[in-house]
């Protein structure tokens, strides 16, 4: 079920629900001085579900995870991880979870084995259990044969792999990843994703956290979109897209002319919803039909003495949807 | 359980750090070394290490100060030297200045008339305000109460024998006496009850310490900071990287992560301590087993506080420069106000109070009551109480600056 998001938001009305509830975030907020970094978030997710928290850089959602995670304390609101409620419950809750963390969380002149083996003890493994674990992680990631090499050796992917490997060490009912594909190889970036959809398969809950709108819409059953510290949309895909209808999304750059001069003429145009100007000076729009608007772009654009050296038309997608939301693009907020 | 885990696996990336080898064992044994050997200590006759004691006799024939002489001789406490006419000048300036702990001048007459039962005393120079002054003339005064005691037997003895048998002439009175006051001298030599007295005053000497009784402590206290950049380096980066944070997603506390770390420091420098003491004990013979539980304590006292020194200094650090940049002006700052390169007493009052805030100078205090002073564990308890005080104060701030640090409720 679709849900926009007006403020103040009414805690736990996130969304309606079938299944049983592993995440269930009511009203969380988190000041950092006179920051208000996170806003009066709530939202559930189920087990077995892969849910997505969508949004650029900034938009609370490390923060968010942070709280989930017990590694930050929440200055308002709560949540409960299977249950266990971070504020009062946080042994419970660090048991059922496992973490990913956006950097590689690793000892650099430790060993794989070494670090399995450390991380497993942390989390309460002893003896065989450990010494089994260990293995099946090794295998799981594909690193059983160079085990014995220090991490400080690997290739990115490698450590990335080992990464989430440590997460899995404990069995975690619910797992949480931070934009773990940041900076990596498509290669590596596809085995992650693949890796993430096995687990969920497996009927791992995962709350996953990127600002690309591609891993969103592959792995998601639900996807929140937040953007300054508060959840400004969460549905399915499917009914995200619905809130842009039938626009279609065109980027265009232009030279030989001030961008916010044309930015404004174009916006005069029936058929054109909002236009936006980006960091780099192109131009993004919203329009109902990019095929009937086209011309006209093209038409004030010479009239104003400007040349359209690009044109790349995108049908309706979670980059429109934040467009349409904020007025930004993803990648340019 | 997860602390012990902890410090081991910091102990285990400490070792595979080449800087380990090198702040923790190499440097700190060449400095060891070489700075003993160039005070001209490592020949081995820093052994005896009790307190230098002048006896100037201007009674020489006369038999009671023989047997004084005697006496100071036996003692556990002080070494007699006999100093030459130039310096019997100048002792009240040679105690003054250190080479002597106290000087005892017996005057002209003083057998003569003590045998004659006329009270006559010797002169000591002493500065009592120091504790190995208050040592030496504990020492002066147990000998002085020996020697009238032996007098007295030696005085009744001759006169039972008299009462019994009269001696033949004058000379033969004489010899009688003169045995029994060496025999109730040397009596002592073997008492049926010895009383050491223990000081734990905040006065220190080592004006007459020798260079391997100072430098094989001082050099010790000195780099156990130094032993720790390596790792406060794993700390620091634990922090600055997503270990930490990782670390804080599984069930350990943050108090259980700050105690396993500081294990781990603590375990690093008390192993480095036992390698200088021995090596301070085998190659320079340095007593540090004369007593060893007190010796222990002082060492464990000394590895917990240099543990949190090393947290504070983790915690602290913006930079990894930072962290050997710091651990560097603590060293430097704890070692020359602390007294570990030189007496604090021959620095003058001012500093010497100065240096006495400083928790290394009460490490080196610990040490030296044993090696130097030949006191016992009454004596360390002062020391090892001051510096887990310190170790209270330190590990409360760094308590409060990693919460601070992480927006952790440490509770």
Redesign the interface.
């Known amino acids: 079920m679709l849900q926009v998001v007006t403020q103040p938001q009414v805690p736990g009305k996130a969304a309606n629900h079938n299944g049983p509830i592993a995440i269930r975030v009511e009203g969380l907020g988190k000041n950092f001085d006179k920051i208000q970094a996170v806003q009066d978030v709530s939202f559930e997710v189920e087990e077995g579900q892969i849910v997505s928290l969508l949004g650029p850089n900034g938009a609370g959602k490390t923060t968010t995870l942070?709280m989930l995670?017990?590694?930050?304390?929440p200055d308002s609101g709560d949540a409960w991880i299977m249950d266990y409620s971070i504020k009062t419950e946080a042994?419970a809750v660090?048991?059922a979870?496992g973490?990913v963390?956006?950097?590689?969380?690793?000892?650099s002149?430790?060993s794989a084995k070494?670090n399995l083996q450390?991380?497993g003890?942390?989390?309460?493994l002893r003896g065989p259990k450990l010494t089994g674990r260990v293995e099946e992680i090794l295998e799981l990631v594909g690193l059983t044969e160079r085990q014995k090499g220090p991490v400080a050796k690997f290739s990115g992917g490698m450590k990335r792999r080992l990464n989430i490997g440590?997460a899995l060490l404990h069995r975690p009912q619910v797992l949480y990843m931070d934009e773990p594909t940041v900076g990596i190889d498509p290669q590596s970036r596809r085995n992650i994703l693949d890796s993430v959809k096995k687990l969920n398969r497996e009927g791992m809950t995962v709350l996953y956290t990127t600002h690309y709108m591609e891993e969103a819409q592959e792995l998601s059953n639900r996807i929140i979109i937040m953007d300054q510290g508060k959840v400004i949309v969460q549905g399915t895909h499917q009914e995200l897209v619905k809130i842009v209808g039938e626009q279609d999304r065109i980027n265009l750059t232009v030279s030989q002319v001030v961008p916010k001069e044309i930015a404004e003429r174009w916006h005069a145009l029936e058929g054109v919803n909002r236009v936006s100007l980006n960091e780099d000076n192109s131009l993004t729009l919203l329009v109902s039909d990019s095929n009937l608007i086209l011309p006209n772009l093209f038409e004030v654009a010479t009239g104003l003495g400007a040349r359209i050296t690009s044109v790349d038309i995108q049908e309706p997608n979670l980059e429109a949807v934040f467009l349409h939301l904020t007025g930004r693009g993803l990648r340019d907020s | 359980?997860?602390i012990f885990?902890?410090a081991f696996?910091d102990l285990?990336?400490t070792t595979?750090?080449v800087r380990t080898a090198v702040f923790v064992v190499v440097m700190p044994l060449l400095f060891t070394y070489f700075l003993i050997a160039v005070n001209g200590g490592a020949s081995g006759s820093s052994t005896d290490s009790r307190l230098a004691l002048a006896f100037i006799n201007h009674d020489p024939n006369g038999i009671v100060s023989a047997q004084f002489f005697n006496l100071l001789g036996n003692s556990e406490v002080v070494r007699l030297g006999v100093p030459d006419e130039n310096a019997q000048a100048r002792i009240s300036e040679q105690v003054r200045d250190g080479t002597y702990t106290a000087a005892v001048i017996v005057p002209a007459g003083y057998s003569e008339q003590l045998i004659a039962g006329t009270p006559v005393k010797p002169q000591v120079i002493v500065d009592q305000g120091s504790e190995s002054g208050q040592s030496a003339l504990n020492a002066i005064e147990t000998a002085s109460d020996r020697l009238q005691g032996a007098l007295q037997t030696a005085r009744q003895t001759t006169q039972t024998f008299e009462a019994r048998q009269p001696f033949t002439d004058a000379t033969a009175r004489q010899n009688f006496f003169n045995e029994a006051l060496a025999a109730a001298t040397g009596a002592w030599k073997t008492p049926t009850l010895t009383v050491r007295t223990e000081q734990g005053g905040t006065q220190s000497t080592g004006n007459q310490v020798s260079p391997a009784t100072q430098l094989s402590p001082g050099i010790l206290v000195q780099f156990v900071v130094l032993g720790l950049v390596s790792i406060c380096v794993v700390f620091f980066l634990e922090r600055k990287?997503?270990?930490l944070?990782?670390?804080?997603?599984?069930?350990?506390s943050p108090l259980g992560i700050l105690l396993g770390h500081g294990l781990a420091m603590a375990g690093l420098i008390f192993f480095q301590e036992i390698l200088l003491i021995t090596f301070g004990q085998i190659a320079f013979g340095v007593d540090y087993l004369r007593d060893p539980l007190a010796v222990l304590l002082v060492m464990v006292a000394l590895a917990v506080w240099a543990a949190s020194l090393g947290l504070l200094i983790a915690v602290f650090a913006r930079v990894m420069e930072q962290v050997v940049m710091f651990s560097l002006i603590a060293m430097f700052t704890l070692s020359t106000l602390g007294g570990c390169w030189f007496p604090l007493e021959i620095t003058g009052p001012v500093f010497s109070t100065i240096g006495h805030l400083t928790p290394s100078a009460w490490a080196m205090e610990g040490f030296q009551n044993v090696i130097v002073r030949g006191q016992g564990i009454g004596a360390v308890l002062l020391p090892v109480g001051i510096l887990m005080a310190y170790t209270v104060v330190f590990f409360s701030i760094v308590t409060w600056k990693f919460q601070r640090r992480?927006?952790?409720?440490m509770a």
């Open positions: 942070s995670a017990c590694l930050l304390r042994a660090k048991q979870i973490v963390p956006q950097e590689i969380a690793l000892y002149d430790l070494e450390f991380w003890k942390m989390y309460g440590v | 359980m997860r885990t902890l696996k285990l990336q595979r750090d990287t997503q270990t944070s990782r670390m804080l997603t599984t069930p350990i992480t927006s952790l409720n």
